[in-house]
């Protein structure tokens, strides 16, 4: 994308209320472009790459213009920011974390980026957003997909907005322990005052 096309987004700037994390759903190691899922998704019918940001393992691409809604997570895109990380997929083709510490860096760099804009945007994992059957959060055996293959609701836990609610089993298993741990440290600062 072109610069001047990034720049007319402050103009048409729309709300953003998630940041959801992707993965590329490529083999650990294998380098690929912003263009090469873009070819990707245009072959499926799309106007453009689903995703506003591309993290390589070298720096950041930029994918669709961040005025413009993503192909993200059905029924969840309007007010949604894309960011994908390539790789995702072990060398058998099996879900895993293949993040390099480069990407979790630039990953962290984005997301700072975005809620700085954004305040009060919730972040979430693409598999976070998968339909809840039985009522107790998103749990493994419910994943649409395994994408981005990591807990990125626990993981961006301190970047979360205040009143946050996961949506993933873990997600809110962290919270609650984190809830606990804060009760915890007030009642024995309020105790040994």
């Known amino acids: 994308m072109l610069n001047?096309?990034?720049?007319?987004?402050?103009?048409?700037?729309?709300?953003?209320?998630?940041?959801h994390i992707h993965c590329s759903a490529t083999r650990e190691g294998q380098a690929i472009t912003a263009n090469e899922i873009r070819k990707w998704h245009k072959a499926r019918g799309w106007s453009d790459i689903g995703y506003h940001y591309i993290i390589g393992f070298q720096g950041i691409e930029f994918g669709r213009p961040l005025h413009r809604i993503p192909a993200s997570a059905r029924g969840h895109n309007k007010y949604a920011a894309a960011v994908?990380?390539?790789?995702?997929?072990?060398?058998?083709?099996?879900?895993?974390?293949?993040?390099?510490?480069?990407?979790?860096?630039?990953?962290?760099?984005?997301?700072?980026?975005l809620k700085a804009k954004f305040p009060k945007a919730k972040?979430?994992?693409?598999?976070?957003?998968?339909?809840?059957?039985?009522?107790?959060?998103?749990?493994?055996?419910?994943?649409?997909?395994?994408?981005?293959?990591?807990?990125?609701e626990v993981e961006y836990m301190d970047f979360q907005p205040e009143g946050f609610v996961p949506k993933s089993k873990v997600g809110k298993d962290e919270k609650a322990k984190r809830n606990k741990v804060r009760a915890s440290s007030k009642k024995s600062s309020t105790s040994s005052s």
Request: charged share 40%; proline share 3%; net charge positive.
């Open 4 to 19: 001047a096309e990034y720049k007319l987004e402050e103009k048409k700037m729309r709300e953003i209320k998630e940041i």
């Open 84 to 113: 994908c990380y390539i790789g995702g997929v072990d060398a058998n083709g099996k879900a895993k974390d293949t993040r390099t510490p480069r990407q979790k860096e630039l990953l962290v760099k984005i997301i700072k980026q």
């Open 123 to 152: 972040i979430h994992g693409h598999r976070d957003l998968s339909v809840d059957r039985d009522g107790d959060g998103v749990e493994k055996h419910e994943f649409m997909k395994m994408c981005p293959c990591f807990d990125a």
